[in-house]
Antibody, heavy 123, light 107 residues
């Protein structure tokens, strides 16, 4: 079955760029009908959608993070990536990658999630 | 931007029925999906669409919607249902929003 796995540094210095990769296994990232998403969760808080990408490269970003976020896809490696620039301590969170089923226009839902990776922003 | 509002905490006696609600303007046009999250774990999809359960989700979980309110109902709550529950929907711009989450305690 399809699985997602986040990878990347667990510690990032303030003002630098946070970079994470999500590797999709057991299925093709180029399958139609799915967006590939990043979500984060601050310690003890709720879920915050960061953005998502279609295999063609079409992206949507959370308006509150849009100026600092770039999500890209590498279909040859079956991976998609997150870059968040100019990070501060407020960006410390568990970052999840997830698959979004977008086959129905009234219901898009996150049907598969990675296990998440904690990223701490600290000098 | 869109917002979804949930009660922060709800409790239910073991074996009883509990409803967790989610309010937001986007729910007038788009279905909510619901996620269960236990401590230290990733969220798990429990309800999507009109009232659909992914494979492996017990049938005591059900969903409904009316106007700007979506509901997740657990009929005969079990101890293992104690968790945080999040609603989510898309908006007309193609963006996603999550509710603030409801902490369910099973007494």
């Amino acid at each position: 079955q399809v699985q997602l796995q986040e990878s990347g540094p667990g510690l990032v210095k303030p003002s630098q760029t946070l970079s994470l990769t999500c590797t999709v296994s057991g299925g093709s990232i180029s399958s139609g009908g799915y967006y590939w998403s990043w979500i984060r969760q601050h310690p003890g808080k709720g879920l915050e959608w960061i953005g998502y990408i279609y295999y063609s490269g079409s992206t949507y970003y959370n308006p509150s993070l849009k100026s600092r976020v770039t999500i890209s896809v590498d279909t040859s490696k079956n991976q998609f990536s997150l870059k968040l620039s100019s990070v501060t301590a407020a960006d410390t969170a568990v970052y999840y990658c997830a698959r979004v089923d977008s086959s129905g226009w009234r219901d898009w839902y996150f049907d598969l999630w990675g296990r998440g990776t904690l990223v701490t922003v600290s000098s | 931007s869109s917002e979804l509002t949930q009660d922060p905490a709800v409790s239910v006696a073991l074996g009883q029925t509990v409803r967790i609600t989610c309010q937001g303007d986007s729910l007038r046009s788009y279905y909510a999906s619901w996620y269960q999250q236990k401590p230290g774990q990733a969220p798990v999809l429990v309800i999507y669409g009109k009232n659909n359960r992914p494979s492996g989700i017990p049938d005591r979980f059900s969903g409904s919607s009316s106007g700007n309110t979506a509901s997740l109902t657990i009929t005969g709550a079990q101890a293992e249902d104690e968790a945080d529950y999040y609603c989510n929907s898309r908006d007309s711009s193609g963006n996603q929003v999550f509710g603030g989450g409801t902490k369910l305690t099973v007494l």
